[in-house]
T-cell receptor, first 117, second 113 residues
Framework: DVKVTQSSRYLVKRTGEKVFLECVQD?????MFWYRQDPGLGLRLIYF???????EKGDIPEGYSVSREKKERFSLILESASTNQTSMYLC????????????????FGSGTQLSVL | GNSVTQMEGPVTLSEEAFLTINCTYT??????LFWYVQYPGEGLQLLLK?????DKGSNKGFEATYRKETTSFHLEKGSVQVSDSAVYFC????????????FGAGTQVVVTP
């Protein structure tokens, strides 16, 4: 069974802390994504990566950075956590394919509910 | 720009009732369209998709037809079960950036016995 695993289900951090959210996929997918999910807003893309060490900004990258040192792992970093970053964070992956159908199915992890106090 | 609008929830209905969740979109070009479902405590999973106008996606009794003329992709199921209780997201893959999917706000569906 294909799997996207996020390291923590729930996380509580203090304002100003540096926060790492980890995501690992076992499907050998080239593409990985970080979204945040907020009530009434749906999912918004923070960053995505199409290869090791490659990244592109999504729609709301401010206050976040990412790291992809290995193909299977994609980390989201909050350099200095703030209360407005309290949210559900979802990691996803998909197969390579810049224009074809192969990259159209996203596989999601179960999410990390982050609370910043 | 690109956007997806879907009906607000929660939608509450009885088992065996007919379900419709409306979804309309604005986009550049002709995007692929998707419905994802999120069961309690889980991540999203793909329910169905359609890649061009008049395509019908179907899965698990759910159907949606890509209507270019009305820019819509409404989700329907003829007879819902309690196990269909979930949050449903309409989404499109943006043609301006292959990696960017635009999601709607989600519609919670609650099916009672």
């Amino acid at each position: 069974d294909v799997k996207v695993t996020q390291s923590s289900r729930y996380l509580v951090k203090r304002t100003g802390e540096k926060v790492f959210l980890e995501c690992v996929q076992d499907m050998d997918h080239e593409n990985m994504f970080w979204y945040r999910q907020d009530p009434g807003l749906g999912l918004r893309l923070i960053y995505f990566s199409y290869d090791v060490k490659m990244k592109e900004k999504g729609d709301i990258p401010e206050g976040y950075s990412v790291s992809r040192e290995k193909k299977e792992r994609f980390s989201l970093i909050l350099e200095s956590a703030s209360t407005n970053q309290t949210s559900m964070y979802l990691c996803a992956s998909s197969l390579l394919g810049t224009g074809g159908a192969t990259n159209e199915k996203l596989f999601f992890g179960s999410g990390t509910q982050l609370s910043v106090l | 720009g690109n956007s997806v609008t879907q009906m607000e929830g929660p939608v509450t209905l009885s088992e065996e009732a007919f379900l419709t969740i409306n979804c309309t979109y604005t986009a550049t070009g002709y995007p692929s369209l998707f419905w994802y479902v999120q069961y309690p405590g889980e991540g999203l999973q793909l329910l169905l998709k359609a890649t061009k106008a008049d395509d019908k996606g179907s899965n698990k009794g759910f159907e949606a037809t890509y209507r270019k003329e009305t820019t819509s992709f409404h989700l329907e199921k003829g007879s819902v079960q309690v196990s269909d209780s979930a949050v449903y997201f309409c989404a499109l893959r943006r043609s301006d950036s292959w990696g960017k999917f635009q999601f709607g706000a989600g519609t919670q569906v609650v099916v009672t016995p």
